[in-house]
Each structure stands twice: as structure tokens, then as C-alpha cells.
């Protein structure tokens, strides 16, 4: 089972790598840290341009204790950085495509994307935050600054 995952996500990224022309400069590792909400778990964030538009590639590692499994995470970008986020978000990313890998209890990968450009996010005051899904509490478990 891990090895036909693997493959499937071998062959995900070569795809995307020979179909894209992002240059390496161009893309974003953002390391996502874990809220009060989800201790001693992990994530990370790619970011890369596409257009006009942001692709947002994330790999989880754990969600809080209690989550359906495996839970469908939400992302959303928050004007403001990690330590005070905006009132409410400037971008939610949702309702596009939500693709999804591999996913087992402990690991998922899925991919998200917004309506802006990654130079206005990378210049700073904004910060991504994964959440729950709403039938878990919707609660943050990640949050990373995206400049």
C-alpha cells in the first residue's frame, strides 16, 4: 500500500515538474508550525506562483487528538502573522479543487490555491493557518507567516 502512495506521488510531482516553468527562485518553502491546539505534530508548506495566482503545496504529519481520520483540512490565508492574525481571512481557499494524494491516519498531502499573487504574499503581513474541519471544531493545528 505505502509503495503504490509513494508512486503516486512520485508521479504527481514529475507531472508537475515537466508541466511547469516555475524556476526554483520561484518557489517558497514556509515551514508551518504547530498551534497549542495540535503539540508535537508537523507540516510543511511549498508556495509557487502559478499566473496570477498562488499554489499552495502541503504535507501534514498528525492532527489534533479527536479528528475524523483521515480529516478534511482547510486552509485559509489571514492578513496579519501567525502571532496576530486579521479578524477574518483574505483569502479562503476551500471551495477550488482540494487533491489529495496520499493520505493515511498520519500523513496527508493536498494542494490549495488563491486569487493572489505570490510577490504580495511573499512582501509580507500574511500568514497561512490550516484548520480542522468543521465536524472536528475547526480549530487551527498549523499556522506559518508566508514572508
Not at 509513494?6 to 515551514?31: E, H, K, R, Y
Given at each position: 500500500m505505502k509503495i503504490v502512495?509513494?508512486?503516486?506521488?512520485?508521479?504527481?510531482?514529475?507531472?508537475?515538474?515537466?508541466?511547469?516553468?516555475?524556476?526554483?527562485?520561484?518557489?517558497?518553502?514556509?515551514?508551518?508550525n504547530a498551534t497549542s491546539n495540535n503539540p508535537g505534530n508537523i507540516a510543511r508548506l511549498i508556495m509557487m506562483p502559478s499566473d496570477n495566482a498562488t499554489t499552495f503545496w502541503v504535507e501534514v504529519s498528525g492532527e489534533g487528538i479527536g479528528s475524523t481520520l483521515p480529516g478534511r483540512l482547510t486552509a485559509y490565508i489571514y492578513p496579519g502573522s501567525c502571532g496576530n492574525l486579521g479578524s477574518k481571512p483574505a483569502y479562503d481557499m476551500n471551495d477550488g479543487p482540494n487533491a489529495r494524494f496520499y493520505s493515511q491516519a498520519s500523513n496527508q498531502r493536498f494542494w490549495k490555491s488563491a486569487p493572489v499573487a505570490v510577490e504580495t504574499l511573499r512582501a509580507g503581513g500574511y500568514a497561512l493557518v490550516v484548520r480542522q474541519s468543521p465536524v472536528d471544531g475547526h480549530q487551527a493545528i498549523f499556522c506559518g507567516n508566508l514572508s
Open positions: 502512495s509513494s508512486l503516486a506521488l512520485v508521479v504527481a510531482v514529475g507531472w508537475i515538474s515537466g508541466c511547469s516553468t516555475v524556476s526554483d527562485s520561484q518557489v517558497t518553502s514556509v515551514p508551518l
